[in-house]
Each structure stands twice: as C-alpha cells, then as structure tokens.
C-alpha cells in the first residue's frame, strides 16, 4: 500500500479513495502510452532502414517540423504547446537514435544558450559535442567530426552575429540546413545577495541584451566579458562577490540562486540559431533560403541587387552587412527571404542575381521555425 504523503492526511477517507482511483486510470493510461510510443519508434525504424538502403539522410528538419505542426494545431488542452512540443521532440529524438546517433557540436559548456538551442532542435538522444567558440563548431563540422553544429546567427536586440558570418565567409561550403528560434531569457544568478555583488560574468552579447538593467541595478559592478553565459555560472559559483547573467537551467546546473528572472530590456528577446551541415533540406512548402554575396563597389549595385527581390515578389526576412576583410571597403551582405532554392521563382531569382553580384552563395533552404521558449 502506498503511503501518504503529508497533505494526504488532511484528505477524507473518500477523497482519498477518488485520488486511488484516478491514479490507478493513469497507471493504466501510462502503458497504453508506452506501448503507443514504442510502436510509433518501430515504424520509425522500418522508415530508417529505407532510407538507409538508398543513402539518404536521418535528419529531415522538413518532416520533424511537419510533425511538430501536427500535433501542436491538434492540440486541445490542457497541456501547454511547449509541453506538447517537447514531449514529441524527445519522442522524434528517440525514434532517430534507433537509426544513427548524431554527433551534434555547440559552443559550451552545458546549459549555455546554444546548448538549448540544440536540445530544443534535436532533443536529448544525440551525442552533444561542446566546443570553445563558434570557430571550432564550424571546423568540427567541416572536418567531419560530427553531423551538424549549432551556431547563434542572429539576435533580436543586437542583429547578426559577427563570429558566425565571418566563418560562413570561411567555410562557404556549409549549408544551413535548419533554423531554431529560441526566446532568450535572462536571469541574474549568484549566491550571495544584491549588495554584495561586485562582478557580473556574461556572454558579450547577454551583458549587451541587459545593459538599461545592469546599470540600474548594478551600477557599481564590473562587467566580465566570458565565452558563454555557462561559463560566467561556473564563475558566478566559485568567486565570492561575484554574478552571472544566464539562464535558469545554468542555475539548477551549477547550484545558484536565481536573484532577479528575465532582465533582458526588451520582453521580446529572441535569439535565431542556424544548424548546420553538409546536406541540402529538401521543400517542406514553408522554406527560407538564404544568401551570401557581394555587389560591385559603385553607386546603385546594392539597389540593383535588391530589386531583384522585389521584381520577382520575394520577401526579404532578414539582411546583413558585414565587412569583406579584403582590404578593401567592401561588403558582404548576408540575407534571407522566403522560399526554396528548388522554387521556379527562386531559381530565377538567383539567376537574375547572379548577373548583379562579384560573388553569389546559396547557404541554403530550410523550413521555417516557430519560436519557443
């Protein structure tokens, strides 16, 4: 016989024989799931062994997204989107695993954005390879270490992130062949109080998300620029005096005391990651696609460049300049807009543009991601 917990002692005896009975619906409840879920993972597998025999891919960004659109627009209640959707991640997660574990690179340590940003993509049952910088996520990709990395591209507050344009301009043979948009939340860690505080440790980018509150806040703290917002916990919990800006599952990581939760300036803070490869995502019916190129260097070519967008009525969800680094005033122009590279319209479009550029690379097409967090 179970025994009772304490609030169950202040329960009668009827009640008690309800709770009994409704525990024992959802034992029953539970292994008709587990059964449901095991059948689900075995025909998941048959797929695999398919694909397999013809050389194809186990990732499909297309069909996971289709997935999680299914049952997320099916969804009633009362469970939340985010529970639906991360219960059928690990589910998709698991039934990938029976056909290949993939080796996933993030910049590290645990529990820093990026790594959120892989869990939420590829779930739990993957190899999580950390690394030190952006740089080696791209190396480790291009080498063939692992099958995929997971890199910040772009955030909402700050715009493009330059470390991962810069190797994109690299390594141009890297595809993006999915994209994660997460909503960043930041959250002020430490274990000692508020006045005590004499240092905050953060990502560059995070200190920058939270610059109007730190100042507010914290006006006598040094700010120290890390690597990642894991790295700044890890410090948060060995000096004394000292506090991180990152999130809440660093805190749990690394046993600090959550002071002030979502101290980002603006309430909307979302951060867009790209995963890349080496494969080509084929159409889902709800792509992007997205370029790197270079214009000559006189007056109009960017305006050519870009009407070429507007001749062929493609909407343009994202541009960014970025210094060529050839000795020369130069940009390169990174953009992103709706459709695949396999689209008729598209493919004239990028015929078109390719007429109006020095340089032209297709990064490549993907679905469209819903935002989570």
């Not at 890349?276 to 084929?282: C, L, S, T, V, Y």
Request: proline fraction near 4%; aromatic fraction near 6%; include cysteine.
């Amino acid at each position: 016989m179970a025994r009772k917990t304490e609030s169950e002692h202040a329960l009668s005896a009827k009640q008690l024989a309800h709770i009994r009975q409704l525990r024992s619906q959802i034992d029953k409840l539970d292994l008709q799931l587990l059964k449901l879920a095991n059948e689900r993972a075995s025909l998941a597998a048959e797929i695999g062994e398919i694909k397999n025999d013809q050389g194809a891919e186990v990732f499909s960004p297309a069909r996971e997204e289709e997935v999680l659109k299914n049952v997320i627009e099916a969804n009633k209640g009362p469970l939340e989107e985010t529970t639906v959707r991360a219960l059928f991640r690990e589910l998709i997660s698991g039934s990938r695993a029976l056909q290949k574990v993939l080796k996933v690179a993030y910049l590290g340590p645990e529990y820093s954005y990026s790594h959120l940003a892989a869990v939420e993509r590829f779930g739990s049952a993957i190899e999580f390879i950390r690394v030190g910088s952006i740089a080696a996520v791209f190396e480790e990709v291009n080498r063939g270490h692992v099958d995929f990395g997971v890199v910040p591209l772009e955030n909402s507050t700050d715009g493009g992130v330059s470390d991962t344009l810069e190797m994109f301009m690299r390594l141009p043979q890297l595809k993006i062949c999915a994209e994660v948009r997460l909503m960043i939340h930041h959250n002020l860690l430490a274990n000692c109080e508020q006045e005590q505080i004499r240092r905050v440790y953060s990502k560059p980018q995070a200190l920058a998300q939270c610059r109007n509150w730190l100042s507010k806040n914290l006006p006598h703290a040094d700010m120290k620029d890390v690597s990642s917002t894991a790295v700044a916990a890890q410090l948060a919990q060995q000096e004394p005096g000292a506090a991180a800006v990152a999130s809440r599952q660093a805190a749990v990581k690394y046993g600090l005391r959550i002071l002030f939760q979502d101290i980002e300036d603006y309430a909307h803070n979302e951060t867009r990651f790209a995963v890349i490869g080496h494969q080509e995502a084929p159409k889902s019916g709800a792509d992007k696609t997205a370029l790197m190129f270079k214009v000559p260097h006189h007056p109009g070519s960017l305006v050519d460049a870009l009407d070429v967008f507007k001749s062929n009525k493609l909407n343009l969800t994202w541009i960014e300049s970025f210094p060529a680094k050839n000795g020369k005033k130069e940009y390169m122009f990174f953009v992103d807009f709706e459709g695949h590279a396999e689209d008729p319209k598209v493919k004239r479009t990028l015929n078109s543009l390719a007429e109006q550029c020095e340089q032209l690379t297709v990064l490549g097409s993907f679905p469209i991601a819903t935002v989570s967090g």
